[in-house]
């Protein structure tokens, strides 16, 4: 196989890793938890890994474990990263004995079911050092909830004389990891299950998660095109660039890259959402900042828009609920042809706001909004183009207000929509240690009988060998929410915090970067080498948060 310069240094690169890790480990059992809310439902749901002690990796003696099979998966969207959890499994289940072996299911959680996988061996695994993307074994969305499918995956341990199987996956996955935990040690059948938080949408974390692996070097990247977007905005001064930016619901994404590169503007759906705005309201924001910019000069600008936007719009969340229950149920809007037979039957099926609403939207929109959901329930909001509704909607409004003589600018946008671009970069620095010291981690908990335990390192603004390795149950992350019509224990999803520092110091610095000649930073791209300051540096997001 070819590859580039950059491809074969990053085959060599060592990653950092905390002092814990460098050596002998020890574990130290830290006070027992509980769940962050419900504490009686979650209890009851889960008696077997319900209330267990945190656990902290200490350097420790060596000590002699048996050989552990142990079977790995990726569930869910790609994460800058999985790769080098995968590789820092391996040489921690190798290094508490060489006769361990290491099985990847193959394409996510289904290759548990199906029973599809392949061995890990040293020669694959020396492949995909430091390397983007989940193609070594392949991911997948497919939901691992129900008993016949955990009896499945016994099977398959079985056959493989699998004891552990590590889940690398977000806060549904995990949440499922818990379930199949508890099934496991119900059962006595021998398996232990680990977690490990990933998503580049930055939506797991907590007080004990710091962040998802991914989320630092996605968000470098888009910081990177943004700037590289604002530098040739600010020569040609000529494009209003709108750029929806990936992250699901949660607008992380958006906020840790206006924090990069000092947009003119950036919508935060919690914001949104807490003020009650409409879509209205929000092309009213834009219209003013891009007046103001004109009646300076300055007709050009960038503004990001977090992909979940939609979702947080009062009227659009009930417009898109009624849509939910109408598809689910509906197998008649199915055997409808063309897109306007399917406006048409919606149309007359919405109640009367939402119907008035649904109608007034741009058709590619609408037609977005009744596409299939996601095997989790959810609309799947990379593929609706809110970036191009708001151009048009601004250009409407900039158009009115021409006629009328308050808007004097040249009004030409360009759409932008970075995700897919991110999502299996070459991880930076920070995500090859903190993904690779996560997988060392999580073999650790292997090797001391753990289950139902998330692995984690903490400290993570602090240099690589400060960090603190350990695991938390995965109870201790779960409430009771209502997941399709029915309450579930689920892993509480983290939404941009409006008290929390990033977004305050986002909040206090918007105006001046609004109407500001040259507020624009250029991050640049992900430097793999040279100096710490430039190299290693963690987001603003996690920073600020450290800070406070
Ligand atoms: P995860 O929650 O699985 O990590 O998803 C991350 C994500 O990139 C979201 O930001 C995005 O909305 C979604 O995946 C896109 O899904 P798909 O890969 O199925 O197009």
């Given at each position: 196989m070819?590859?580039?310069?950059?491809?074969?240094?990053?085959g060599n690169?060592?990653?950092k890793?905390?002092v814990?890790?460098?050596g002998?480990?020890?574990?130290q059992?830290g006070?027992?938890?509980q769940?962050?809310?419900?504490?009686d439902e979650?209890?009851q749901?889960?008696p077997?890994?319900?209330g267990?002690?945190v656990?902290?990796?200490?350097p420790?003696?060596?000590?002699?474990?048996p050989?552990?099979?142990?079977?790995?998966i990726?569930?869910?969207?790609?994460?800058?990263?999985?790769?080098n959890v995968?590789?820092g499994l391996?040489?921690?289940?190798?290094k508490?004995?060489p006769?361990?072996k290491?099985?990847g299911?193959?394409?996510?959680?289904?290759?548990l079911?199906?029973?599809?996988?392949?061995?890990?061996?040293?020669?694959i695994?020396?492949?995909y050092?430091n390397?983007?993307?989940?193609d070594?074994?392949?991911s997948?969305?497919?939901k691992?909830?129900e008993p016949?499918?955990?009896?499945?995956?016994i099977e398959?341990?079985?056959?493989?004389?699998?004891k552990a199987i590590?889940?690398?996956?977000g806060d549904?996955?995990?949440t499922n990891?818990?379930v199949?935990a508890?099934?496991?040690?119900?059962?006595?059948?021998?398996?232990?299950v680990?977690?490990?938080?990933?998503?580049?949408?930055?939506?797991l974390?907590n007080?004990?998660i710091?962040?998802?692996?991914?989320?630092d070097?996605?968000c470098k990247?888009?910081?990177e095109?943004?700037?590289?977007?604002?530098?040739?905005?600010?020569?040609a001064?000529?494009?209003?660039?709108?750029?929806?930016?990936?992250?699901?619901?949660?607008s992380?994404?958006?906020?840790?890259?206006?924090l990069q590169?000092?947009?003119?503007?950036?919508i935060i759906?919690?914001?949104?959402e807490?003020?009650?705005l409409?879509?209205?309201?929000?092309?009213?924001q834009?219209?003013?900042?891009?007046?103001a910019?004109?009646?300076?000069?300055?007709n050009f600008?960038?503004?990001l828009i977090p992909e979940?936007?939609?979702?947080?719009?009062?009227a659009?969340?009930r417009?898109?609920?009624?849509?939910n229950?109408l598809l689910a149920?509906?197998?008649?809007?199915n055997t409808?042809?063309?897109?306007d037979?399917k406006?048409?039957?919606v149309?007359?099926?919405?109640s009367?706001?939402?119907s008035q609403?649904?109608?007034?939207?741009?058709k590619?929109i609408a037609r977005q909004?009744t596409?299939d959901?996601?095997?989790?329930g959810n609309?799947m909001?990379?593929?609706i183009?809110?970036e191009?509704?708001l151009?048009?909607?601004?250009?409407?409004?900039?158009?009115?207000?021409k006629?009328e003589?308050t808007?004097?600018?040249?009004?030409?946008?360009l759409?932008?929509?970075?995700?897919?671009e991110?999502?299996?970069?070459i991880p930076?620095?920070?995500?090859?240690d903190?993904c690779?010291s996560?997988g060392?981690t999580?073999?650790?908990?292997?090797?001391?009988g753990k289950?139902?335990?998330?692995?984690?390192?903490?400290?993570?603004?602090?240099?690589?060998?400060?960090?603190?390795?350990?695991g938390?149950?995965?109870?201790m992350?779960?409430?009771?929410?209502?997941r399709?019509?029915?309450m579930?224990?689920?892993?509480?999803?983290?939404?941009?915090?409006?008290?929390?520092?990033?977004?305050?110091?986002?909040?206090?610095?918007?105006?001046?970067w609004?109407d500001a000649?040259?507020s624009?930073?250029?991050?640049?791209?992900i430097?793999?080498?040279?100096?710490?300051?430039?190299?290693?540096?963690p987001?603003?997001?996690?920073?600020?948060?450290?800070q406070?």
């Amino acid at each position: 196989m070819q590859k580039s310069p950059l491809q074969i240094a990053r085959g060599n690169y060592n990653p950092k890793m905390p002092v814990a890790l460098q050596g002998s480990v020890a574990i130290q059992e830290g006070a027992l938890t509980q769940s962050v809310a419900d504490q009686d439902e979650i209890k009851q749901l889960f008696p077997n890994t319900y209330g267990l002690p945190v656990i902290s990796l200490v350097p420790g003696d060596a000590q002699p474990f048996p050989a552990v099979n142990v079977g790995v998966i990726l569930s869910g969207g790609q994460a800058p990263g999985g790769h080098n959890v995968i590789a820092g499994l391996f040489d921690g289940l190798k290094k508490i004995n060489p006769e361990s072996k290491l099985y990847g299911f193959l394409n996510g959680p289904s290759g548990l079911i199906e029973n599809k996988y392949t061995e890990l061996t040293a020669d694959i695994i020396d492949e995909y050092r430091n390397t983007g993307g989940f193609d070594i074994i392949g991911s997948g969305r497919t939901k691992l909830e129900e008993p016949w499918q955990f009896d499945k995956g016994i099977e398959a341990c079985k056959q493989l004389n699998i004891k552990a199987i590590v889940i690398i996956g977000g806060d549904d996955s995990n949440t499922n990891a818990c379930v199949l935990a508890e099934y496991y040690k119900q059962k006595n059948a021998g398996i232990q299950v680990i977690g490990c938080p990933k998503t580049i949408d930055g939506d797991l974390k907590n007080a004990q998660i710091e962040t998802s692996f991914g989320f630092d070097t996605a968000c470098k990247v888009y910081g990177e095109l943004i700037g590289n977007l604002q530098r040739d905005a600010n020569s040609a001064k000529k494009y209003w660039h709108f750029i929806r930016l990936m992250g699901r619901s949660a607008s992380h994404i958006a906020l840790e890259c206006a924090l990069q590169a000092q947009p003119n503007i950036c919508i935060i759906s919690e914001e949104v959402e807490a003020k009650n705005l409409t879509l209205n309201d929000i092309v009213e924001q834009i219209v003013n900042v891009i007046v103001a910019r004109a009646d300076a000069g300055l007709n050009f600008g960038t503004i990001l828009i977090p992909e979940g936007l939609i979702e947080f719009i009062p009227a659009m969340r009930r417009l898109i609920a009624e849509l939910n229950d109408l598809l689910a149920t509906n197998d008649e809007f199915n055997t409808l042809e063309s897109d306007d037979e399917k406006r048409q039957y919606v149309k007359a099926k919405l109640s009367h706001e939402s119907s008035q609403l649904y109608r007034d939207l741009p058709k590619g929109i609408a037609r977005q909004l009744t596409l299939d959901r996601d095997p989790h329930g959810n609309v799947m909001v990379s593929q609706i183009e809110t970036e191009k509704l708001l151009i048009e909607m601004v250009a409407k409004r900039l158009a009115i207000m021409k006629g009328e003589g308050t808007y004097k600018g040249k009004f030409s946008a360009l759409n932008h929509f970075f995700g897919y671009e991110g999502r299996c970069a070459i991880p930076s620095n920070f995500d090859a240690d903190y993904c690779y010291s996560l997988g060392r981690t999580a073999a650790m908990l292997i090797a001391e009988g753990k289950s139902g335990y998330m692995a984690i390192v903490q400290n993570l603004t602090k240099p690589a060998d400060e960090w603190q390795a350990g695991g938390i149950p995965i109870t201790m992350m779960m409430n009771m929410e209502k997941r399709n019509g029915k309450m579930k224990p689920v892993i509480q999803k983290a939404l941009v915090d409006l008290e929390g520092e990033p977004f305050k110091y986002f909040a206090a610095h918007r105006d001046e970067w609004a109407d500001a000649h040259a507020s624009y930073i250029y991050p640049g791209p992900i430097q793999y080498y040279g100096p710490s300051e430039v190299c290693d540096q963690p987001t603003r997001t996690l920073k600020l948060e450290h800070q406070a």
